[in-house]
């Protein structure tokens, strides 16, 4: 996995997207010279045959590139219960409420 912006050829990502028809061809020869005249691959990527709303297909690609680009640390999960605990009554709002 690799970091968008620490080098190489992951330095940033341009997506173009289409319809269910793909590009027209002048548009498709107009990406493919620009991603030449930068130095960058192009890949082209179907998300299959099914008909899909424009949202969700960004939201998949969302999902990819984070999957495929994005590697940073995670952060320790956060302890819920013992939240739940101090607002339901615990030692850490005992005499707070003026109810």
Do not use: M, N, T
């Amino acid at each position: 996995r690799r970091q968008a912006g620490e080098g190489g050829a992951a330095r940033g990502v341009v997506v173009v997207l289409g319809d269910d028809r793909g590009l027209l061809d002048d548009d498709e020869a107009l990406v493919a010279r620009l991603a030449g005249e930068a130095g960058a691959p192009l890949l082209r990527v179907s998300l299959g045959g099914v008909v899909l709303f424009s949202s969700h297909s960004i939201v998949l690609l969302h999902h990819y590139l984070d999957k495929l680009l994005h590697a940073c640390a995670l952060r320790p999960p956060r302890d819920l219960l013992a939240k739940a605990k101090g607002v339901l009554g615990g030692p850490s709002y005992k005499g707070s409420y003026k109810g």
